[in-house]
């Protein structure tokens, strides 16, 4: 059974960075595409950033040259080093791995970002 679970989330006032983790079981995380989501509330879900199944990435335009999506193929694991960040940053964050035609999503992690 494939499972994620998303870690590393926390509190860093505005211009810090967190590192946040999206651990992989039940599957070889390397071979399919991760992407990092997230939601604020009152808001939609939306895209923060993707790697696929080689080192192809894509970020979203508010998050360009402030995030960065990695892998750990031996922890099986994706990571989203995040930097200088802003209160706008503030959500909750999802992973979400896709095998096929099924989608797979961890519990997520809140993010807060204090001015």
């Known amino acids: 059974q494939v499972q994620l679970v998303e870690s590393g989330g926390g509190l860093v006032q505005a211009g810090g960075s967190l590192r946040l983790s999206c651990a992989a079981s039940?599957?070889?995380?390397?071979?399919?595409?991760v992407t990092w989501y997230r939601q604020s509330p009152g808001k939609e879900r939306e895209l923060v950033a993707g790697?696929?199944?080689?080192?192809?990435?894509n970020y979203a335009d508010s998050v360009k040259g402030r995030f960065t999506i990695s892998r750990n193929n031996a922890e099986n694991t994706v990571y989203l080093q995040m930097d200088n960040l802003k209160p706008e940053d503030t959500a909750v964050y999802y992973c979400?791995?896709?095998?096929?035609?099924?989608?797979?999503w961890g519990q997520g992690t809140q993010v807060t970002v204090s001015e």
């Open positions: 039940g599957v070889i995380a390397r071979i399919y595409p």
């Open positions: 790697i696929d199944g080689a080192t192809t990435t």
């Open positions: 979400k791995l896709v095998v096929r035609f099924s989608e797979y």
